[in-house]
Structure formats: structure tokens, C-alpha cells
């Protein structure tokens, strides 16, 4: 191989068809792209597109399956994150990589902060010289002495890009570097020190204004692939949006008709709604009707779910469940949530819903175990008889009920819990993200499920990560901003190039086509 | 001035520990002429010396984020060993050698299980810890052997009639230890016990981390076992078996969260005085002997309690001025 002809033209990384799976989830497939010193490169993607395992495959912290990766043109195999950080690759994480009982200082200079001869750190010189880093990075109110648990998530998140930042590094990666930052103007002038020196930065944001304002050039992931990889300015908005949304081949939707109940009393209304993370959130689903709920990651989602069952605590607001003439102050645990008719088939399908070492009819029976005992003994044959009324309506094959549910595949799991929801006579289900991570035939099952539920008068309030599940399966979307709701999409504006950029909290409220948020009890 | 009450307050701020111990010792006082002659504080000390030492080894792995129930099977084979080799040839040097050897491979032999497999340590730990003490019975089946005089009167007594030597034992460790906290090693205790993830993402190599903690733990209870051997002239295969749970109850006095990440070496010392000057307390007062583990059950119960709210009052307050 000839040597090359001028240092500039070796490309700081080069990534050659890397791969990365979870189980059955393809997380990452042949994505290639090349980075150049002094670039900034911009990484877009939906939730789950990859972005993260990209990051972290770059950062040491997973093993990619299949691909390699070169840094300054030698191969880089980085086994673990001090590897890849004694080669130049420093990573400011999404999630935040600071340990919240140690000072600033000591945060700063992990893992090796310095030490005097007897090997000892000196506390004091180090909290001086992490103060100095700080000013040159144009932080000067963040004392290193305290410890990183008690300064708010901005100064934090100011902390974190400002550890990958100083020891300049080959390469900068910024994972979703301002979500919690107020003053982007700061990163923006180090980002732009940073590639002065020559070090390239991979940019992973959902804002598209910061990609534009400091990417020449931006790779676009969906589903764990590379799809475009293009210069910015060349495309427009929307082009970036329909191509982070875009559309699988393979699912497809039938169009259904809307099988609302306008006449009818809502079924689920919730009035200002506050708690940690839920800023004054309001709005009533009715009997018939799929709601849908959009955001990106973070913007209050879970919460939202979660204080609707009693799971997060609110500190105001009102709850009302049609049928039920009482009023629920937002309900105090999910088994009361449960009596009234409200379910929630939570996010975490292993973790928060499925009881891995039970069989299947025992998973979907436990609501109404009581239902299925006479004197406290279980009645097999009864228990059979409620699950087997169930289970046709989400397609689970009877066979797999006496199996351990951890046999089943992920989609089947999910069957099993959308049947415990339906088994518990739910009115109003609260479904989050219910086809993450399930087989196409699966979701069909689960749309199909659905449809049937709000036909016979059944309310949903459904979240997705898939922005065309929502489109095509709700009737109204409302979508989250930072903890609010930022607008209300329904027919024809309701499209996945707007829920995006709603979400993205791009476009205005009087943008066209847009209702405004719903303000107060409908 | 603030900075250095923060200081205090994160390095786990043992100040609880240190108040009841004195309440305590005045109480233990005022109805025990000798408790401010020398040697009545070297027998007091002497009493304490022992689960101070182990507790301070015990300290590392639970700031580490992990549990270490193997001990007293450490202390129990060290205590035999002292037993039957201090007369011999190698004399006290050796023996000290040796114990010391013993713990360290039993710490790496946790490690390796624990930071190498994966293994849960509270299980792991316990399987070391029975079989440690199986070995420990294999050694010396019952309760016999000698320990050289000059390990049985040398550790027991004082220098120069004025100095304890169970307090320059106590000081030695603590030096050993404020020194660790200081180095890159110690600071790695402290940010994998508090958030292993972070830490990791952080570069701390969190297997090595807890390979050290667990590894000089091993040789602290090495070294307890060796000062009990001293203590009590003999040994017994089963002496050390009430240890366990005033171990753990003395870490949590002295304000080391059991989940790791917080507290220090300083506090546990502490704790294991409180749980000693508590027996002689209520011996002194005349008080019958199962009321010690009521009263032990209690400080322990106040010392969290009150341990709890020095780390939840500033935050409530600061909440509230936001």
C-alpha cells in the first residue's frame, strides 16, 4: 500500500460495514461512513435507529458482531473505554458517564486523575487545576469541590461534554449533547475551537436547527441501517425527516374506519396534569377511540404512562374515567387504576410485565386469579375457560399456555400481556410502545387486537416509537415536547414528517394544519 | 469553611459514630473507676482492636458495592493458624506472613469470582466463607494450640506504660486507610460502588477495583484473625463465628451506606468502638447480658436513622430554597 500523499487525507475514522444485534434485534447492519479531521458530522435517526450503539461500538463500551473500524488508519479494536480512550476517542454520553458522589474535580480527571509521587491525589492542586479547565471551557460556576449529585442536569450535562472535550481528542463524540442544556450557544463556540484543532466530531442530535447550524455533512440511520450520507445544505427539512421516518416495506396497514363515539362521555379525561416531568398535560380519549401519543425519547412519555396508574407520583390534576361517576385524583396504584378499567402494558416487556419463571395462562390469568378459585383453591378448568376467551383476540396460539412464558418469542410474550389486559375487563388501555421489538406478523396480531378493542367501545391512549403505526392507527396524536404537550395532529395533518417535527420541537403551533394544544378539559 | 463541612459530609462523615461513642464511654465511665487509666483503655482497646480491623477490610468491599461474608472464615483459619505455627521456627514474623498470605488469596479467590464470573457476591462470599471455615477445622479440629508469648503479650499490652499497643494498631490502620482513599485505587472504590456504569463509561476499570477491595479486605481479616489469636493465647476453629453480623453492624453505624459509594473506613472504626464500649457499658451497670443485643439492635437502628437524615436534611433544604 503506497504511503499517502498529505496527512489530511487519511480520514480520522473510518467505519467499514459494522454490525451489532441484541438477540432477535438488529441494532446495527452494514453501516459504513468515513470522518475527516476538522469535520463535525451530524448522526440523525429515530429513536432505535442505532445511534446509540453506534456510539457506544465507537467508544469501547460494546463489541460490534461484524465490521471493522480504523482510526488514523489503523485498526481499531477498542475492548474496552479505556482503549478507546488512550487512542483519542472521547464520548460525552446521552445518559451522562459522571458519578454523582464524587466532586467535579475528581469527575474530570477519571480515571487517572494525577497523582504526586507517593502516588497519592492532591486534592487541592486537582480541584485548582479542574477550576482552570472549567474557565478555559468558559464554565466559572461550577465549584470542583462539590460533589456532581448536587449541580442541576445542565451544569452536568456542561460537565460531561466538558471531560470529552479537554484532553482534545482525535475523535469527539456527542451523544444528544443539549438535551438538557439552556445555553447551546456555549457548546456550539467549543465545538467550533474543537475541529479548529483538527479533531472530527460525530454529532448525534434529533434537533435539526444544530445539525444545520454546525454540520457540513450528516449520515442518516433508520432501523440499524445507513441510509443516507449527504451534504446538509443540500436537502431540505423535510427530506431529512421523510428519510429519518421513512417506511418499511414490509408492514403494511389497512385502513380501518375511525370507530369513535363522539356522543358518548370520554372515556379516560385527564385535566393539568403535574408532577415531575409532566408539565400540565391534558387531554380525554373517547370510548372508540385511538390516541395517540408522540415524542422522542425523554420529552415525558414514560412519566406521563406511569403517573396515569398511580406508578409516578403528580402533584395536581384530575382524572376522570367514563362509567365511573366518581373522580379519581390521579390513581394511587395501578391495582386501583386496574378496578376502575384503566391498564397499562408497560414499556419494559421482561422487566415490568412478563413473570419470566411463570406459564403463560398463569401470566395472563394472575388479574383474575380470584375469578378462577373457588375457596381459594385455583380451578384449572375456570382459569382455561377466561384466558381461552382472551387469547383468540390476540392471536397467541393455545398450545403455548402450559409452556414457561420465557420460551416464547418476544412477540408471543406480548401477545400474553395484551391478553392479561384484556382478561382484567379493561376499558381504557394505556398501551407504551407495545410492538417494540416484536416480529411483523406480531404487530399485524397487535394492530388487529386493537382495532377490535376500540370497535367494541374499548379507549386506547397509545405511545409508539413508530411514527407510522401512529399515524395509521390513531385517530388523534398528541405530541410531547419537553414534558408538554407541544400539539394535536389529526387527519390529513397528521403525517409522520409532522409529527417529527413537532417532536423535534421544530415547528411552531400555528404552523398549517396544526390544532392548537388542547388547553383545559375538552 | 462550606467546602470543607462538604468535604466532611462526602467523605461520609462518621460524626454520628464519633458523638454515640463518646455518650456511651462517659456513661461506661461514670460507673467504671478505671476507664481513664491506661489500662483500662488498653483493655477496652484490646476489645475493640479485633472488629475494628475486620470491619475496616469490610468496609472496602462493601464501598465497592459489594457484599464480603467471608470473613470470619478468614479470621477463624488465621486464628488456627497463629495457634499452631507461632511457637515454631517462623515465630511471630512468619505467622504474620502468613495470615496475611491466607487473606490475600482469599480476597483473590472473591475477586475472581465476583469481578471475573460475575457470580453474585453475597452468594460467593458465603460459599468462602464455609468453606473457609471447613479448612480452618481441618487444621485445628478443636479448640487447643498455643500462640507465642511474644504475639500474646506483645499485641496485648502497651509501650512504655503510657501507649496502648491495640492503639497504634487502630491508628496504624486508619493511617493505611485515609492514605488508599487517596490514591487512583480508592477513588475507583468509590466511584464503582456508587454507580458502576458511570464509573465504567468513566474508564475505571471496575473488575481490577473490585478485585483490590476485595483482596485487601482479605488480608485485614488476615490480620484480625492474627490479633485475636493474641487476645485470647489460643485457638479456636469457632471463635470468630459471632463476628458476622457486628461486622456488618458496625459498617452501618459508622455511616457507610451497604449499597456502596458512600461512608469510610473512619466511621467503621467508630462503630466497632460502639459496639465494644456498649457491652462494657451495660456490664457496668449491672445489667443482664441478652439486654446487650436489644441495646445493640437499637444504637444500630438510631445510628442509621440519624445517619439518614445528616444526608437528607441538605438536600430537603435545598430543595425548598429553590
Known amino acids: 500500500m503506497s504511503a499517502p500523499s498529505s496527512v ?153 461534554i466538558v471531560r470529552a472535550m479537554f484532553r482534545r481528542p482525535r475523535l469527539l463524540l456527542l451523544d444528544e449533547p443539549t438535551a438538557a442544556l439552556s445555553d447551546r450557544e456555549w457548546l456550539f463556540d467549543l465545538v467550533g475551537n474543537t475541529v479548529a484543532g483538527g479533531t472530527a466530531v460525530l454529532y448525534i442530535s434529533h434537533k435539526l436547527d444544530e445539525i444545520r447550524r454546525l454540520c457540513r455533512r450528516c449520515v442518516i440511520l433508520r432501523n440499524g441501517r445507513k441510509v443516507l450520507d449527504r451534504t446538509v445544505a443540500d436537502m431540505s427539512d423535510d427530506e431529512i425527516f421523510r428519510n429519518m421516518a421513512g417506511r418499511s416495506v414490509v408492514e403494511r396497514f389497512v385502513a380501518a374506519p375511525s370507530a369513535v363515539r363522539p356522543e358518548a362521555a370520554p372515556a379516560l379525561r385527564a385535566s393539568h396534569l403535574l408532577g415531575e416531568g409532566v408539565e400540565d398535560i391534558s387531554f380525554a380519549v373517547m370510548p372508540g377511540e385511538i390516541l395517540g401519543v408522540a415524542g422522542l425519547e425523554g420529552h415525558g412519555q414514560s412519566r406521563l404512562f406511569k403517573s396515569l396508574v398511580g406508578l409516578h407520583p403528580l402533584r395536581g390534576g384530575r382524572l376522570e374515567l367514563a362509567g365511573v361517576t366518581r373522580t379519581l385524583r390521579p390513581a394511587r396504584s395501578p391495582r386501583a387504576a386496574r378496578a376502575a378499567g384503566l391498564v397499562l402494558v408497560p414499556e419494559e416487556r421482561k422487566s415490568e410485565a412478563i413473570f419470566n419463571d411463570l406459564t403463560t395462562i398463569a401470566n395472563i390469568s394472575l388479574p383474575m386469579i380470584e375469578r378462577a378459585s373457588s375457596l381459594h383453591f385455583l380451578n384449572r378448568r375456570r382459569e382455561r375457560a377466561l384466558v381461552e376467551r382472551v387469547i383468540e383476540d390476540v392471536d397467541l396460539p393455545g398450545h403455548f399456555l402450559p409452556l414457561g412464558i420465557a420460551a416464547l418469542s418476544g412477540g408471543n410474550q406480548q401477545k400474553a400481556v395484551l391478553a392479561r389486559a384484556l382478561v382484567a375487563r379493561a376499558r381504557c388501555l394505556l398501551l407504551f410502545d407495545p410492538t417494540r421489538g416484536v416480529d411483523v406478523g406480531a404487530k399485524q396480531s397487535i394492530y388487529r387486537m386493537m382495532r377490535a378493542f376500540v370497535r367494541d367501545g374499548g379507549a386506547i391512549l397509545f405511545y409508539s416509537t413508530e411514527l407510522d403505526e401512529l399515524v395509521h392507527l390513531c385517530d388523534r396524536c398528541l405530541v410531547l415536547y419537553r414534558n408538554r404537550v407541544a400539539g394535536e395532529l389529526q387527519g390529513a395533518a397528521l403525517s409522520q414528517e409532522l409529527l417529527l417535527s413537532l417532536a423535534a420541537g421544530q415547528a411552531t403551533r400555528d404552523a398549517p394544519g396544526l390544532a392548537g394544544p388542547v388547553a383545559g378539559p375538552v | 469553611m462550606s467546602a470543607l463541612f462538604e468535604r466532611l459530609r462526602v467523605a461520609g462523615g462518621p460524626a454520628i459514630a464519633v458523638v454515640l461513642y463518646v455518650l456511651l464511654f462517659l456513661v461506661y465511665a461514670s460507673r467504671e473507676a478505671s476507664a481513664f487509666s491506661v489500662f483500662g483503655i488498653t483493655n477496652l482497646l484490646n476489645d475493640t482492636v479485633v472488629l475494628a480491623v475486620a470491619t475496616a477490610g469490610l468496609t472496602l468491599v462493601v464501598l465497592a458495592g459489594e457484599f464480603d461474608l467471608s470473613g470470619i472464615g478468614v479470621i477463624a483459619i488465621a486464628n488456627v493458624v497463629v495457634a499452631t505455627t507461632s511457637t515454631g521456627s517462623a515465630g511471630w514474623i512468619g505467622a504474620l506472613v502468613a495470615v496475611l498470605a491466607i487473606g490475600a488469596v482469599v480476597g483473590l479467590l472473591n475477586g475472581w469470582l465476583v469481578a471475573g464470573l460475575g457470580l453474585q457476591s453475597l452468594a460467593a462470599t458465603i460459599g468462602t466463607m464455609i468453606a473457609c471455615e471447613g479448612v480452618a477445622l481441618m487444621i485445628l479440629a478443636a479448640p487447643g494450640g498455643e500462640v507465642a508469648d511474644v504475639i500474646a503479650n506483645g499485641l496485648t499490652g502497651d509501650i512504655g506504660g503510657v501507649l496502648p499497643v491495640a492503639a497504634v494498631i487502630i491508628a ?38 473490585k478485585l483490590v477491595a476485595f483482596v485487601l479486605s482479605g488480608m485485614a481479616y488476615g490480620l484480625a484473625g492474627y490479633l485475636l489469636s493474641a487476645e485470647t493465647g489460643s485457638g479456636d476453629p469457632r471463635a470468630s463465628n459471632t463476628f458476622l453480623l457486628f461486622m456488618y453492624a458496625a459498617v452501618a453505624i459508622g455511616g457507610t451506606s451497604l449499597m456502596g459509594g458512600r461512608g469510610g473506613v473512619l466511621g467503621s472504626v467508630f462503630g466497632a468502638g460502639i459496639l465494644t464500649v456498649m457491652q462494657k457499658m451495660l456490664f457496668a451497670l449491672g445489667a443482664a447480658s441478652f439486654y446487650t443485643n436489644v441495646f445493640s439492635g437499637m444504637i444500630m437502628l438510631i445510628a442509621i436513622f440519624v445517619g439518614n437524615i445528616s444526608t437528607f436534611l441538605p438536600r430537603l433544604q435545598r430543595r425548598r430554597a429553590a
Open chain 1, 8 to 160: 489530511l487525507e487519511v480520514p480520522v475514522l473510518e467505519v467499514r460495514g459494522i454490525a451489532k444485534r441484541y438477540g432477535a434485534t438488529v441494532a446495527l447492519s452494514d453501516v459504513s461512513f468515513v470522518l475527516n479531521p476538522g469535520e463535525v458530522c451530524g448522526l440523525l435517526g429515530e429513536n432505535g435507529a442505532g445511534k446509540s450503539t453506534l456510539v457506544k461500538a465507537l467508544s469501547g463500551v460494546v463489541v460490534p458482531d461484524a465490521g471493522e473500524l480504523f482510526l488514523g488508519g489503523a485498526a481499531y479494536r477498542p475492548r474496552d473505554r479505556n482503549e478507546a480512550r488512550r487512542q483519542g476517542v472521547a464520548t460525552a454520553f446521552q445518559e451522562l458517564s459522571l458519578v454523582t458522589t464524587l466532586s467535579v474535580a475528581v469527575n474530570l480527571f477519571l480515571p487517572d486523575p494525577a497523582v504526586n509521587r507517593a502516588g497519592l491525589v492532591a486534592w487541592r492542586r486537582l480541584e485548582q487545576e479542574a477550576a482552570r479547565v472549567l474557565a478555559a471551557h468558559g464554565i466559572g460556576d461550577i465549584d470542583p469541590a462539590i460533589p456532581v449529585g448536587e449541580l442541576p442536569l445542565g451544569q452536568r450535562q456542561r460537565l460531561e
Open chain 2, 172 to 209: 496504624g490502620v486508619l493511617v493505611l486507610w485515609f492514605l488508599f482513599a487517596r490514591t487512583r485505587a480508592g477513588i475507583g472504590i468509590y466511584a464503582v460502588g456508587s454507580d458502576e456504569n458511570a464509573a465504567r463509561l468513566s474508564g475505571v476499570n471496575a473488575r481490577r477495583t
